[in-house]
């Protein structure tokens, strides 16, 4: 069962029988650089979900990147961590373990500080800038796989000003190759009941930032091929489903942690490049969508 919360993050329940598995995800939510260090928006965005954790028992939380606005962190001892992470998200509910993926923002500033705050933080979670986890989902031997994918280093990064223009492509070709290697050899080889594949940049959006072209040629290919459940992503700043009326693979944007931009812009390009594209766009409530294929 997929459901959407509010403006900001959607839990996720994956079960067979009476089996469950839950937790929560939410992107672009890092706050602000200037003191205090954090946004209202973030600040209710981390009151609803501790509440909604509590009330669902979530397992742990995932984070879709843009987790430090706008420059990332300087290094592991910023204060950045501190002040936008620990004691914002500080309810007693969302101390289980956050699984951390890498947004353009975090690129901005140092990258691998926010790795080697794994070895900091008891429940920050990023081993590298992209891995997989799986997890047993009751005792019939179903599982999830999750699969973290750094999209800054598959696409470019955006503009720090020119925040329109489109990822210009990889800053380095040979690292790019190397993780789209590991992304379909991981994929390949799963036999996860259910597979998803988190990354910042979206494949498909209506929003503001839009489709991302390297990702709809490379990544949603991997996707079809090897019958993945769904991939998530933040980057634009709304809530979205999208999918595909003769594909499986569901396409969820869930970008409003910190704020939320309601637009369409890219409504009619996406209509116009895949005309059995269905947009769904929540923004004001809880509302429950379709239940994930087993694969």
Same mark, same amino acid.
């Given at each position: ?18 089996? $469950? ?13 200037? &003191? &205090? ?10 009151? +609803?979900? @501790? ?5 669902? +028992? =979530? ?5 879709? @990147? ?26 007693? !509910? ?26 900091? !933080?008891?429940?920050?979670?990023? *081993? ?23 999209? $800054? $280093? ?15 492509? &990889?800053?380095?070709?040979?690292? #790019? ?23 910042? %940049? *979206? ?17 949603? *290919? ?6 993945? +459940?769904? %991939? ?9 489903? $999208? ?18 931009? +309601? =637009?369409?812009?890219?409504? #009619? ?20 969508? &379709? ?5």
């Amino acid at each position: 069962m997929l459901r959407f919360l509010a403006l900001a993050s959607f839990f996720l329940r994956c079960w067979s029988s009476s089996d $469950i598995v839950t937790f929560l995800l939410v992107g672009d939510w890092g706050g602000n650089d200037l &003191p &205090p260090y954090t946004t209202p928006a973030e600040v209710e965005t981390a009151s +609803s979900m @501790g509440k909604t954790a509590e009330r669902l +028992s =979530s397992s742990f939380q995932i984070s879709l @990147g843009d987790n430090f606005y706008h420059h990332g962190v300087k290094n592991v001892n910023d204060p950045r961590f501190r002040e936008t992470f620990e004691n914002v998200f500080d309810a007693p !509910s969302l101390q289980s373990t956050w699984l951390v993926i890498l947004g353009n923002h975090d690129h901005y500033g140092n990258a691998s500080a926010q790795i080697a705050y794994t070895n900091v !933080s008891s429940r920050w979670y990023l *081993p590298n800038y992209y891995y997989t986890e799986i997890y047993p989902v009751g005792e019939l031997g179903h599982t999830l796989q999750l699969v973290f994918i750094d999209t $800054i $280093i598959l696409a470019g990064l955006t503009h720090p000003v020119l925040r329109s223009r489109p990822p210009p492509g &990889p800053a380095s070709v040979k690292q #790019a190759e190397l993780q789209w290697t590991w992304i379909e050899e991981t994929i390949a080889k799963s036999n996860a009941t259910w597979l998803l594949v988190m990354g910042h %940049y *979206p494949i498909w959006s209506v929003c503001e930032h839009g489709p991302t072209q390297i990702l709809l040629d490379r990544l949603k *290919p991997l996707l079809e091929k090897y019958n993945v +459940s769904a %991939y998530l992503s933040g980057h634009d700043h709304c809530l979205e489903h $999208i999918r595909e009326e003769e594909n499986l693979v569901n396409y969820y944007v869930v970008g409003a942690g910190h704020l939320t931009n +309601s =637009s369409e812009w890219h409504l #009619a390009l996406c209509y116009s490049t895949m005309r059995l594209l269905t947009h769904f766009r929540f923004m004001e409530a809880t509302l429950q969508c &379709p239940l994930l294929q087993k694969r």
